[in-house]
């Protein structure tokens, strides 16, 4: 099967080819460096995004900004966004702390990007 990309690891943009027989990665063309390489195989085999949304914080109606603290698998995402819509934090929050562990048994950590005092 070919799959054309394009590659969002950089402003470059570089349009990539890859042929993938349904267990691996054979052929990769139109990258520019070994990240785009690396986002092609990985976008191909196992797909992963950074989740940013908001939580509740108790005591207010302003929301708190958080993100995964790493790309979760690309399957994983509606699930995860589900545990994060029901989550309610208690101030003091800073930017760094761990809102939820471990989101969905994912291994990913939903960490505040914000301060909330």
Known sequence: MKYELTCINC??????????DGK??????GFTCARGKAYAQTEI???TRMVTALVGVEGTHVPLSVKTQTPIRKP???????????TVVVPPVH??????SDVC?????????????
């Open 105 to 117: 048994g994912s291994g990913v950590n939903v960490i505040a990007t914000e301060n909330i005092e």
């Open 11 to 20: 402003p470059m943009g570089c349009r990539i080819t890859a042929d993938y």
């Open 24 to 29: 691996e990665v054979t052929n990769i063309q």
């Open 45 to 47: 085999t196992d797909p």
């Open 95 to 100: 930017i760094g702390d761990v809102v939820i």
């Open 76 to 86: 994983l995402i509606f699930d995860a966004l589900s545990e994060i819509r029901k």
